[in-house]
């Protein structure tokens, strides 16, 4: 069988090695039982939520293709209906996981014959109740939950997925730069991570900096999470893996200029509940605070065990690895 999705960049800068706190698990043995996990690695949510769950498979072997003989025991698709319907029909059991916000206008999933979860904490309402049977995971955080102590920088984390070309490259072209440019003056360095659309972005960069201080990555060749542990200030898109990093952390978050209309549904539906910055200018200090009380993250009080999705995911995986339905 073709490879699902690309294979995760060799020049990663970043390893779990590097971020804070324990590590997970050593990984299992050649004979154990084999996962193969599928994502859309240009999708940031979907890219993220592949990895956080894959920290917590313990003894499951993860596998980015679909070998021939014999099939894998079990099967993670982050957002990809056509390869959850491919795998299926194979007679492997799936959980199919919708990773992102999805604007109330935009038609469910439909993965029938999979386990469906869709990626949402549950101070998040539902935005079209009872449209599918997907149950909820909870928030999907990174497997560590410590930044470290001694951090520098701008982490610029962006999500163009689904966002018309014109309104992506314009923001790229137009927002972007003076973005750049303010936080090398008040942080000294920003790392610039993109899902998609990676040539305007850094054709609008081109001459800001050196390498050492402007780098421009793909999120599928870096590790977003490290590079949130080591970072200052955030800016990111309204997007759920970025609001997962910053909550599981209790760490500052802004909110960059929503593109696209389910990062505009997102965005209101969040700052409803708890009050994010917005990046509107640049040059005021509330985009740049760095405290790690600059986001009243207590106002949401969840359950402790919503804070868990990525091992709720990994737990229903190893059961079907070794029970399948």
Known sequence: MAVLTPREGADARRTAAEDPGPGPAPPPAESARRILLVSRDEHLDSLLARRRIAAHLGDLRPVREAPDEPPPDVVLVCDDEDATGRLRASGVPVVHLTSGHR???????????????????????????????????????????????????????????????????????????ALVRAALRRTGRCDVVCDTRLKPIRAALAGLGDAQRVRVSRAVDVDVDALHAEAEVFLAAPTLGAVGLARVRRAPLAFLPALGDAQRDLDARVRRLVPIPLVDDPEHDSVWESSDDAVPWDVLDPEPDDLRGAQRVARTLRQLALAPL
């Open 103 to 177: 604007h109330p206008s935009d038609p469910p999933a439909r993965v029938a014959g999979a386990l469906h979860r869709v990626h949402r904490p549950g101070w998040l309402p539902d935005p079209v109740p009872g449209a599918t049977e997907a149950r909820p995971t909870g928030l999907l955080g990174p497997a560590r939950s410590a930044r470290r102590r001694q951090r520098g920088g701008t982490l610029l984390l962006l999500s163009a997925w689904g966002v018309p070309a014109a309104e992506a490259d314009t923001f790229a072209a137009e927002t972007l730069p």
